[in-house]
């Protein structure tokens, strides 16, 4: 069968972005099957390596932990009401994307420090920012917020506002109408909202390498290897740290593919 | 009862004003108007869900203006239906019932009399998602019913649906009206579909009541030009009329009955009324000469575009009688229509008219 015009014009179109999707193809993949198994394993088998991932995926999941306590309501205040100041707040939210991440990690710093009295606080209860679990998932939540936020946002707006009308209209309040219709049809939304929250934190360095470079994560961890020992060292742990994104991956594409055959 | 006074809604961009009305147990009550005359605003208005600007909401002789949509007790059921997606069809059904004190024998009867009678009992385990248009309906109208509600609020509850279903609902929710005895107030953008339906209505344009009455009234007697056009009276001049006599262009036309007067006013006509005549044309008391201009078929009646003297009649004529007398453009016919089919109406595009609004809403 001769190809259509149509396609011969796609494929054309496609060929055009080849460049960029080699761009990450090929890097990844040159990293992914440099190491050998045995390194692999030795790495693995590396408390410190362990420790620091383990430290990873805690510190993130506890990051969009946080979003999700304290980012679903404002992401439902923004989908659904119109007040002045909303573009201001929506601004802030998208701020942390625009940043640049050691310029985080300095402002909470010096938010938390002993000259401010924000930071007089915290030590009087005594919580510790610099160097501490507090310091990186203070940061994680900050840098992951607005990818959970506008997911959310947009969960939110999916659900009609006429469904929400129907269940008040029998007899439900915003609250229940809130928890029996909104939440639950938004859910696939707020677990993928909470997945990107934790991808983006499980590979920030940056801010963190400022705040807290101890107790060290996979991607502090991955820079003092490559500094201090050099590129074959780094990289086994590089293709762990790769595996477990690429896990929280697929697990996005399950839900949003889950999301889809629902709707 | 529901009674709705001086009512006003703003939302942005929109302004719904000076709406009074009150519709009764044994109503159905149409609110009609074109797309974006505010029609569905004014229904969401009265159950509560977008908050009175002005003006007063009565449901039984209580003041609701102020109270949420929750407490109202009104049944409301969108064009879309609004069915719960990630709930069964037998949930959406018991949805509201937690937050009406019904004990459980009372849910069961009437979960058990709603799904018999709206014939659901194949569809309770099933996720609405996947019903037809005419099925999700009767869940919609189940789901509302099963709270007893104090009236039935329906936005444009047949037109959305398969020309299949339609004739079902309409008879459906005629028969369920004579059964609940409670006022209903139905949405839609097309009259003759509220012909079958309703028995009172208003008109609604730019979010004011064009014109109010009985159906009967707004269709036979329309008091403004766009209520006329509405109403399919696709024949509208701007004339003098006097004493018996209007007068188009170089057209005399005889008038009948109670007519508005003047030297400028609107003389309207049903294009069904026009007659071809080809004999007995003394039966009409309006017979003039004219020229076929267009023939357009529309499935059983061909709209037939004629120029009598300089002045454009557009008539329906039935497609069997145009063919058998093979009518074509060009030709010349007399066409005759009755007096008593001709309305006269005054110009003044923007009138509040109705059956004794207050006089607050005719001051605005």
């Given amino acids: ?263 | 009862m529901i009674k709705v006074q001086n009512f006003e809604v703003r939302v942005p961009d929109f302004r719904l004003q000076s709406i009074s009305l009150d519709v009764g147990p044994e109503d159905v009550f149409a609110l009609i108007g074109p797309t974006g005359s505010g029609k569905s605003l004014l229904l969401e208005g009265i159950a509560g869900l977008v908050p009175a600007a002005k003006g007063s909401v009565q449901i039984g002789g209580v003041d609701v203006t102020h109270h949420p949509p929750e407490t109202r007790g009104l049944g409301l059921v969108y064009q879309d239906t609004a069915l719960f997606p990630h709930l069964s069809v037998r949930e959406n059904i018991l949805y509201g019932t937690r937050y009406h004190e019904l004990d459980a024998p009372t849910v069961r009867s009437r979960f058990d009399r709603f799904v018999r009678r709206l014939d659901l009992e194949n569809l309770l385990d099933r996720s609405p998602v996947r019903l037809s248009g005419g099925e999700k309906q009767r869940v919609a109208l189940a789901r509302a019913l099963m709270l007893q509600p104090r009236a039935l609020l329906l936005d444009e509850p047949i037109s959305s649906l398969d020309p299949l279903f339609r004739d079902a609902i309409r008879e459906l929710l005629r028969s369920l009206h004579e059964e609940l005895h409670i006022p209903f107030i139905l949405v839609s953008h097309n009259f003759s579909e509220v012909l079958y339906l309703a028995n009172r209505g208003a008109i609604l344009r730019g979010g004011r009541i064009e014109q109010r009455g009985t159906i009967r009234a707004l269709f036979e007697r329309p008091e403004t030009p766009f209520v006329a056009r509405f109403v399919g009276m696709q024949n509208l001049w701007r004339c003098s009329a006097r004493e018996g006599w209007a007068r188009v262009g170089d057209l005399k036309i005889r008038l009948n009955g109670p007519a508005v007067q003047g030297d400028d006013v609107f003389l309207a006509l049903r294009p069904e009324d026009i007659e071809w005549v080809r004999e007995n044309a003394n039966e009409y008391d309006n017979v003039f000469q004219g020229r076929v201009m267009d023939l357009d078929g529309r499935g059983f009646y061909v709209r037939v575009a004629l120029d009598v003297h300089g002045v454009r009649f557009s008539a329906f004529w039935m497609r069997h009688v145009v063919s058998r007398h093979s009518l074509e453009t060009g030709q010349v016919v007399r066409i005759g229509f009755s007096s008593e089919s001709l309305h006269t109406m005054r110009v003044d595009e923007n009138p509040i008219t109705g059956e004794g609004a207050p006089d607050g809403a005719r001051a605005l």
């Fill in chain 1, 1 to 263: 069968m001769k190809p259509s015009r149509d396609t011969l014009f796609f494929s054309l179109l496609f060929f055009v972005s080849l460049p960029l999707v080699l761009l990450v193809v090929l890097p990844l993949t040159r990293m992914l099957t440099q190491p050998g198994l045995a390194d692999l394993w030795e790495a693995i088998a590396d408390p410190v390596v362990l420790r620091a991932l383990a430290r990873s995926v805690g510190t993130s999941l506890a990051a969009a932990g946080i979003c999700l306590v304290f980012g679903t309501p404002l992401a439902y205040v923004l989908a659904r009401k119109e007040f002045p100041g909303k573009r201001l707040v929506e601004g802030i939210v998208d701020l942390p994307i625009m940043i640049p991440h050691p310029v985080i990690g300095i402002a909470i710093l010096s938010l938390a420090g002993r000259n401010h009295p924000l930071g007089q606080f915290l030590s009087s209860l005594g919580i510790q920012v610099m160097g501490t679990y507090w310091g990186i998932i203070s940061v994680l939540a900050f840098v992951g917020l607005p990818f959970f936020v506008n997911t959310t946002k947009a969960g939110f707006e999916s659900v009609p506002t006429r469904l929400e009308k129907a269940s008040r209209s029998l007899g439900a309040g915003v609250g229940h109408t809130l928890f029996r219709i909104t939440l639950p049809m938004s859910w696939p939304h707020i677990v993928l909202g909470m997945i990107m929250c934790t991808a983006r934190a499980i590979s920030e360095f940056g801010a963190i390498v400022i705040v807290a470079y101890h107790p060290m994560t996979a991607p502090v961890l991955i820079y003092e290897r490559f500094t201090a020992y050099g590129l074959r060292y780094s990289q086994p742990i590089c293709v762990w740290l790769i595996v477990i994104s690429f896990l929280l991956f697929v697990g996005m594409r399950f839900v949003s593919r889950y999301r889809r055959v629902e709707a």
